[in-house]
């Protein structure tokens, strides 16, 4: 009598926890489908489903992360940086974007850019390495995953050899990202004089304020006059077939010289400041205008545009807008003509979906590229039950099947594109920290929507007819995987 008392005080108290953590989500007001998605959760996962709110699902929007001083300095000196380069002549047809991304997170558009996009990893690379290589002040890298492989060790080499030669060399990793990495490969470096730190490390008692703010960026600064963004990591999958494909990750990363870099150099310190607890705002990390045509002339390598309009543009999971996403919106919503997009993972937030839907209705080409298989089976799962979504307002859909596609870009009417981090999903769009480069450039724009066409190649075009004709488990799965795609 006394064990069933016991229990039936313990099953109340239980109950009594998780009605109460559920009204606290109502509570919150959310989007409707993260609160549905949560309190389904709760319910139906008894202890996990409480574990897994502990740690993911607590609203920290107030949480601040960049001391404002520090932030305060680099965005001065990003400013700077622009007027120096003087003002630029607004495409109009661009004009509420660049001032949207402006308002939101001072992110200036600069001009005279020289722009290049790599859509193989080996070709990035063999570039990247060059660079570190001609350095002679600094070496800014910032990446998610930097593996202990062959691609990640010549990354390591290049560093301790520019470091041994005086050279300033700072590197960020996320510590999720490289949870599977051995800490001796990071030791190494600081030994020789690497200045590393992990973002957010993930640690007792501290855990639950950390583990769901992953650092997503890929950056990579030079002298403060060359800068590298876009999806690639440090990993051998973007150079060679993995053990799990027959070629290497299809993904798009993008080189740039000028003074947009100014944008990734305050990107990459302001996160420096989060992650090394060390504001760094000198002048010598922004240099002058004559340097950077001094870079520029130097420079030979073959480029879509010498003189492309580039904005860098950052979302943090605490700001008060999710600047990247209502940029895209914004920029889907405008096109005139077409629309392609390219993601690995599709879970779109119900603004992103509305947009494609609305633009693609009011006859604008639309087009989604994903890829036939996701390197997650639930993240494909929950990617496809959004597809029919897209088809039914007039969409297209492509399956890419050389591989995995892992590229994150827009390009629209042959007069914008974007290049970066960041998916088409909800992670992205409201908790990871992201960076995409925004280009407003004809020829930037034409190299891409080629490259786009050139990948349509080896891709599956979905119909609606087709698609609806799968069997009923296999949709079952897929919406019900939907249902938790807010968590994902």
Request: proline letters at 3%.
């Amino acid at each position: 009598m006394t064990d069933v008392v016991f229990y039936s005080a313990l099953l109340a108290c239980y109950l009594l926890i998780v009605f109460t953590q559920m009204l606290v989500v109502v509570l919150e007001n959310r989007q409707p489908v993260k609160t549905v998605a949560w309190l389904l959760v709760l319910f139906f996962l008894p202890v996990i489903g409480l574990v897994i709110y502990f740690f993911f699902g607590r609203n920290r929007k107030r949480e601040h992360f960049v001391s404002r001083a520090c932030a305060l300095q680099l965005a001065r000196r990003s400013a700077v940086r622009f007027f120096q380069g003087g003002f630029p002549d607004l495409p109009e047809e661009y004009e509420p974007l660049i001032r949207l991304f402006k308002r939101q997170s001072g992110a200036f558009p600069y001009a005279n850019n020289k722009v290049r996009m790599f859509v193989s990893g080996a070709e990035m690379l063999d570039n990247l390495l060059r660079d570190i290589a001609a350095a002679r002040h600094h070496v800014h890298v910032e990446t998610y995953i930097i593996e202990d492989d062959i691609m990640g060790r010549a990354i390591q080499e290049a560093l301790i050899k520019k470091a041994k030669e005086g050279v300033n060399v700072r590197l960020i990793y996320d510590d999720v990202g490289c949870w599977s990495v051995s800490q001796r490969f990071f030791k190494k470096m600081k030994h020789e004089g690497v200045e590393v730190a992990a973002f957010l490390p993930v640690r007792f008692p501290k855990l639950t304020s950390k583990v769901d703010f992953r650092n997503h960026r890929k950056i990579v600064v030079i002298d403060g006059v060359i800068g590298y963004v876009g999806g690639m990591n440090f990993a051998d999958r973007y150079v060679s077939a993995d053990k799990n494909m027959d070629v290497a990750w299809r993904d798009t990363h993008m080189r740039m010289i000028g003074n947009g870099v100014a944008g990734l150099q305050r990107a990459f310190l302001s996160d420096w400041n989060v992650a090394a607890g060390q504001t760094i705002t000198d002048n010598v990390y922004y240099p002058d205008e004559q340097e950077v045509l001094k870079t520029k002339e130097e420079d030979h390598e073959p480029s879509l545009s010498n003189s492309a309009l580039v904005q860098i543009v950052t979302s943090i999971p605490t700001a008060p807008w999710p600047d990247i996403m209502q940029g895209m919106i914004l920029a889907i919503l405008r096109a005139k003509k077409y629309c392609y997009l390219q993601t690995p993972y599709f879970m779109p937030t119900e603004r992103m979906l509305f947009a494609l839907q609305t633009a693609a209705l009011s006859g604008v080409d639309v087009r989604l590229m994903l890829p036939q298989y996701a390197d997650n089976r639930f993240l494909t799962w929950a990617s496809r039950s959004y597809l029919k979504d897209v088809m039914r307002a007039g969409g297209r859909v492509y399956l890419y099947q050389k591989g995995f596609i892992h590229a994150k870009t827009l390009v629209c009417d042959d007069t914008m594109a974007s290049c970066g981090s960041t998916n088409i999903d909800f992670r992205s769009f409201e908790r990871n920290f992201e960076v995409n480069a925004f280009v407003y450039d004809e020829h930037f724009a034409l190299g891409m929507k080629e490259s786009f066409q050139k990948d349509m190649g080896y891709c599956k075009m979905l119909n609606l007819e087709m698609w609806e004709a799968r069997s009923i488990w296999r949709r079952i799965a897929e919406s019900l995987v939907r249902l938790l795609s807010p968590l994902l």
